[in-house]
């Protein structure tokens, strides 16, 4: 009988192979399924070894001693039928020694399983990685959250006691002002995130309060396309940005000016700006340096780095006309992705 060709080789090998897979990987499915439901740290051990942390290595060892032989006579009987279909006129070549098919079938089965084992337990260090670093970047951005909150607050109050002894009735207006955003807003800036309309809808709560305070001195303009209102973004990123404009740009100036706040898609990106007509970008700098503002401004950036990485951007630049005008860019499908978790959980609740 003629000897095996390369390929009759090659394929006597594939034989083996998917019958021993085949066989093997039913088995352990099987036992790591009932395993699953039973023990209750079985998600620790999937998370810490994948499949075979489900599975005792002295069942696993058994199991390719019993069932190897198994495995060499059903993969020969399948070669057998490959080979008289696809080669008709040649007669069948003499197989090897069952003891040598066997030893290279146990052989191949310790490699396999090791490859296996070492690929699963990757994927696994692979998961834990990022799971450890998504919860950091949340643990993160929740101090970030938790440290921005009281800044606006005593910023608020601060000039709520200034405004008492020069107009108490203005004050008491601003007060109820106040009230009614805080009720608004606490909470919807602990949801981690929001369509962008309830977005625009807490700087104009925002922006109402300090209008109580700077009267005609403060103009406001904001700028929310339609097709972009339902679009997920973080909560708490425009009403920092406002509060920063108003304090370096608008109210050291006498006369006040304009604030706008502005959303577009350009490109893929959303861009969100707020821009002001009041001292420029060079005062405005220099006064936030010497105050030690830009508080907002700089958790702000912190936390589209710590969300988006490199695809957000913080811009910081002269307005049309004069004035300031900050941007933020952030990727608009990633803006969805990223904050979509968190809206939805906070629907939930």
């Keep these: 009988m003629p000897d095996y060709t390369l390929a009759e080789h090659l394929l006597t090998s594939l034989c083996v192979g998917s019958v021993g897979f085949a066989l093997f990987g039913s ?18 051990r999937v998370h810490r070894h994948g ?16 069932l190897e032989p198994l495995v060499c006579v059903l993969g020969g ?32 089965a310790c490699l396999a399983g090791m490859l296996d084992y070492l690929w699963l337990r990757l994927i696994a260090n692979e998961i834990r990685v990022e799971t450890a670093q998504r919860q950091a970047a949340e643990a993160q951005l929740q101090r970030l959250q938790a440290q921005l909150e009281p800044h ?40 981690g995130a929001h369509p962008l309309r309830d977005e625009f809808e807490r700087v104009a709560d925002y922006l109402s309060l300090m209008q109580v305070r700077m009267g005609s001195r403060l103009q406001v ?8 209102a339902g679009v997920a973004v973080p909560a708490m990123l425009l009403q920092p940005l406002a509060e920063n404009a108003i304090k370096h740009g608008l109210e050291p100036s006498p006369e006040g000016g304009t604030l706008t706040v502005r ?15 009041g001292t420029g970008p060079r005062a405005a700098s220099t006064a936030t340096q010497a105050e030690g503002g830009g508080f907002g401004l700089l958790h702000v950036r912190d936390r589209l780095h710590t969300l988006y990485g490199l695809a957000a951007s913080v ?35």
């Design 263 to 277: 959303a577009e898609s350009r490109g893929g990106d959303l861009l969100l700006s707020v821009s002001d007509t």
């Design 221 to 228: 303009v904001l700028d929310l396309p339609q097709a972009l």
């Design 27 to 44: 088995l352990a499915y099987a036992v790591a399924r009932q395993r699953w439901r039973r023990l209750a740290d079985a998600p620790q």
């Design 315 to 349: 811009q910081f630049a002269p307005a049309e006309g004069g004035g300031t005008c900050v941007l933020l860019r952030l990727p608009l499908q990633g803006a969805s992705a990223q904050a979509a978790p968190a809206l939805a959980a906070s629907k939930a609740a």
């Design 77 to 108: 009987l399948l070669m057998t039928s490959i080979h008289a279909w696809a080669w008709p006129a040649q007669p069948m070549p003499q197989p090897a020694p069952f003891a040598i098919t066997l030893v290279w079938g146990y052989t191949s």
């Design 152 to 191: 606006m607050l005593f910023n608020t109050l601060s000039n709520l006691h200034a405004l008492i002894e020069a107009d108490p009735q203005r004050a008491q207006a601003m007060l109820l002002r106040l009230i009614g955003f805080l009720r608004a807003t606490l909470g919807a800036s602990r949801t």
């Design 51 to 66: 499949l075979y942390g489900l599975l005792r290595w002295y069942e696993v060892v058994l199991v390719v001693l019993l």
